[in-house]
C-alpha cells in the first residue's frame, strides 16, 4: 500500500469518528448543552499544546456548536451556497 493510499485510508478513518461523535451529540445531549459543551471542548482545544488535551478538539467542538447554530450548520455542510 502506499503512502497516499494510507493517507487517505487515515482521513477517512478521522471523517467517519468525527461523524459518529456529531451523531452521538445529536441524539444524547439537549440543544442548549450542546452549544456550551462544543465552546468547552473549542476553549479546551485551545489548550491543545498541553497534554491530555489536542488541537483535535477545536473541529469537534465547531461540529457540535453547529448543530445548535443553524447557519454555521448550513455552512459547514455546504447547504448554504447559492
Do not use: E, N, Q, Y
Not at 43 to 65: H, S, T
Amino acid at each position: 500500500m502506499s503512502l497516499r493510499d494510507r493517507a487517505c485510508t487515515a482521513w477517512d478513518g478521522a471523517r467517519r469518528a468525527h461523524a459518529r461523535s456529531l451523531s452521538w451529540a445529536a441524539r444524547i445531549l439537549p440543544p442548549g448543552l450542546r452549544l456550551i459543551v462544543g465552546l468547552i471542548l473549542i476553549a479546551a482545544g485551545a489548550l491543545g499544546f498541553l497534554p491530555v488535551l489536542g488541537f483535535w478538539m477545536i473541529p469537534l467542538g465547531i461540529g457540535i456548536a453547529a448543530l445548535d447554530i443553524a447557519w454555521l450548520w448550513r455552512w459547514m455542510t455546504g447547504r448554504g451556497k447559492r
